[in-house]
């Protein structure tokens, strides 16, 4: 009964605890700063008299993403210890993964703060205009998905992140060296067409444009990928029909923490 009640807790927050990712990122941003300010450091420094590492700001930071990576492991001698029931079991070790898919989540949206930050961030302040006209946001926490494609163009063919937020798709070269623009397309503009199991044509018609065509944006990509970049942008654009705020992923099955090709 116990086992049951905490792994049905997992699974209802699961999808709010991805706040850790961002917490994750600003810990990043925070060393970054200590790192490069002695007047910082010598700050942080005085708020320990002890001088004990435990007591220490890196040590305190932490521990809520330690307890994050822990969770996956909690569940499974959880589960381990109720296998005599199987439905109990099940439903444990279906937290187990949940865990384990956040866990992974957070891990993405690091190296994403890690390799891409600067990127993006020029990216956000290149276009804020545009995304605050359409009412668009572009942060951490409104990521959905994130796999490498590759964007089929006239002349070249350009290997590019495919970033799903809840209310944009951005398509970013994976080099700052590439030709190619990046591009932002508002989620209620897009529309898609299989070209075949391992592509998609993403279709961008303006809102209250005089434009009859869209505009044609083909990518390749894998065909599990590809099936879970259907289904999540088909989710969003209900959910933000609705006027809700999509969950970053649900589960590790439906792929919906999953990042197929991870910055590097």
């Excluded at 942080?44 to 008299?49: F, S, T, Y």
């Excluded at 589960?79 to 279906?94: D, I, K, L």
């Excluded at 018609?205 to 944006?217: E, K, Q, R």
């Amino acid at each position: 009964e116990i086992a049951s009640s905490v792994s049905k807790v997992f699974i209802e927050f699961c999808g709010h605890l991805k706040i850790h990712a961002e917490y994750a990122a600003a810990f990043l941003r925070l060393q970054r700063a200590v790192s490069g300010s002695n007047e910082l450091k010598e700050r942080l420094k005085a708020m320990n008299p002890s001088g004990e590492h435990s007591t220490s700001y890196e040590s305190r930071m932490i521990q809520p993403l330690q307890r994050v990576a822990r969770y996956p492991l909690l569940l499974d001698s959880l589960a381990r210890g109720c296998s005599s029931n199987r439905e109990t079991a099940t439903g444990v070790e279906q937290a187990a993964s949940k865990m384990r898919s956040l866990v992974h989540y957070v891990n993405e949206m690091l190296r994403i703060e890690e390799h891409l930050s600067p990127r993006l961030k020029s990216i956000k302040a290149k276009h804020a205009q545009f995304l605050l006209s359409k009412g668009l946001r572009m942060e951490m926490g409104e990521m959905i998905m994130l796999v490498k494609v590759l964007w089929v163009q006239t002349t070249t063919e350009v290997d590019c992140f495919l970033f799903v937020y809840s209310s944009l798709v951005l398509l970013l070269p994976s080099t700052s060296s590439s030709q190619a623009e990046s591009v932002l397309l508002p989620l209620d503009e897009v529309s898609f067409q299989e070209a075949s199991e391992s592509s998609l044509l993403l279709l961008h018609i303006p809102l209250f444009s005089s434009v009859s065509s869209p505009f044609v944006y083909h990518i390749n990509l894998p065909s599990p990928a590809k099936k879970h970049l259907i289904k999540h942008i088909k989710k969003a654009r209900l959910t933000l029909q609705k006027g809700k705020r999509p969950l970053s992923g649900s589960s590790k099955s439906d792929g919906g923490y999953a990042s197929d090709h991870p910055p590097s």
